[in-house]
């Protein structure tokens, strides 16, 4: 097992009705800003619960917050929060919402141009604001990790930061919030706790037993209950288990003390930033083929994965392997996510144009081994058109 740090100073409120609980958890003292997306909060009740829970509060409200949360707009919130002197941040959303808050958290006190924040990926945070989350997308973690994505309108950016600073205090996650979500976004959130677990698991092995059996626990229960939950949104017992999964694959538990890979993740992001691809899709488009391109160096973990979660135990190595990544590619297509770029009209050149980010933002030496060379992301790419 490798050396590591594990901390995680999230606290989780589970389950149905439990919005009401934020007024517990913040300050009765604090000037809160509550932190949302567009329509839905508004349209699903979610915000009039906040609302009545924070009647004995102070607070402010700012809506607005897109999907792949621009800095632009979270710059107009951290004017709002500097000129009505906010000193608390509940953010009522998904991932977006949770991440474009801990930007705010961070960039409230910070003096100088805030894009620094992400072009250093939040290594110069030295103070953030308190934040609290009632979680709506069962997806990303980010109501229990210290991570924020971030996007530059004008510059079609789309960077990371990572602080042990905006962790959030607090996570309300109520499996019920995600009822009113569409088949297409609950399918997202499946891939992309699907990914984030792989990231962490299908790289070498490093003697970790126990958290390899928690991935592979994680994994084996996304599979069984993905296909049912896109058609069967309002069951609680799905929501309640993709929601805590989704939390688990992403709050640092399975990632102590393995080595940890990323490489979809970052070319998923330049995707993301150049096509606006849905963040999950752009992962699952690039996913096979990144495990072919790269099978020799993941061969040991891809044959575990092949036999304890695919159950594949007949073939010789290859064809265990091509079978797993075969099976893997197929469960992303019965959620109506495509396993490959071919969906989204995307051509030699655009694989240039998405090289040519990578090397602008220095992502040119990716994976567990650091060997995803811009050559190597150029294969997986193209591999997968
Ligand atoms: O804007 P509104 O109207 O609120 O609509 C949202 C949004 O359009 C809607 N929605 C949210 N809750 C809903 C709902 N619709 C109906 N019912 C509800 N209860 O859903 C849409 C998508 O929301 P979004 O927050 O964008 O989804 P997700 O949770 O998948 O977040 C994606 C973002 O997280 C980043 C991604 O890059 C992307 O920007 N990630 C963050 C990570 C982290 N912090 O650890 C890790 C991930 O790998 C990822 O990169
Ligand atoms: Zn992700």
């Known amino acids: 097992m490798l050396n590591f740090e594990f901390y995680n100073p999230t606290k989780i409120i589970f389950g149905k009705g439990t919005v009401p609980q934020i007024a517990n958890n913040i300050p009765k003292t604090a000037k809160i800003l509550v932190l949302y997306g567009g329509s839905s909060a508004e349209k699903t009740g979610t915000l009039k619960e906040v609302r009545t829970a924070l009647t004995d509060h102070q607070f402010e409200e700012f809506g607005g917050i897109e999907a792949n949360p621009t800095f632009e707009t979270l710059m107009r919130a951290v004017d709002v929060v500097r000129s009505n002197n906010i000193d608390y941040l509940l953010a009522v ?54 991570f924020s994505v971030i996007t530059k309108a004008s510059t079609s950016e789309k960077l990371g930061l990572s602080s042990p600073l905006v962790f959030p205090k607090f996570s309300v996650l109520d499996p019920t919030k995600a009822y009113t979500l569409s088949e297409k976004q609950i399918a997202n959130g499946v891939a992309d706790s699907f990914v984030h677990i792989l990231e962490q698991y299908l790289t070498y092995p490093s003697e970790a037993l126990a958290q390899d059996r928690f991935s592979e626990g994680l994994l084996v229960s996304l599979i069984d209950i993905g296909p049912r939950i896109v058609k069967d949104r309002e069951n609680y017992d799905l929501q309640s288990n993709l929601m805590w999964i989704a939390t688990l694959a992403l709050n640092g538990l399975i990632g102590a003390g393995v080595p940890q890979d990323w490489s979809t993740h970052m070319i998923g992001h330049e995707l993301t930033a150049r096509y606006h691809i849905d963040h999950a899709r752009t992962l699952v488009s690039i996913l096979p083929a990144v495990l072919r391109v790269r099978k020799e160096s993941k061969r040991l973990k891809l044959l575990q994965f092949a036999e304890r979660v695919w159950g594949i135990h007949e073939g010789t190595d290859d064809e265990r392997i091509e079978a797993a990544i075969e099976k893997t590619a197929a469960f992303f297509e019965a959620l109506g996510i495509p396993a490959s770029l071919r969906s989204y009209e995307i051509d030699e050149a655009g694989v240039d144009a998405i090289i040519t980010q990578l090397e602008q933002h220095n992502m040119v030496a990716l994976g567990e081994k650091q060997d995803v060379t811009l050559d190597v992301s150029r294969k997986i790419l193209v591999e997968s058109l």
Do not use: C, R, Y
Not at 94 to 106: H, I, L, P, R
Not at 111 to 118: F, P, S, T, V
């Open 93 to 146: 959303g998904g991932g977006s919402v949770v991440d474009g808050t801990k930007f705010v958290a961070a960039a409230a006190d910070f003096e100088g141009d805030a894009w620094d924040i992400l072009k250093t990926h939040g290594q110069n945070i030295t103070s953030a604001l308190p934040i609290g989350v009632v979680l709506t997308v069962p997806a990303t973690g980010s109501e229990m990790n210290s």
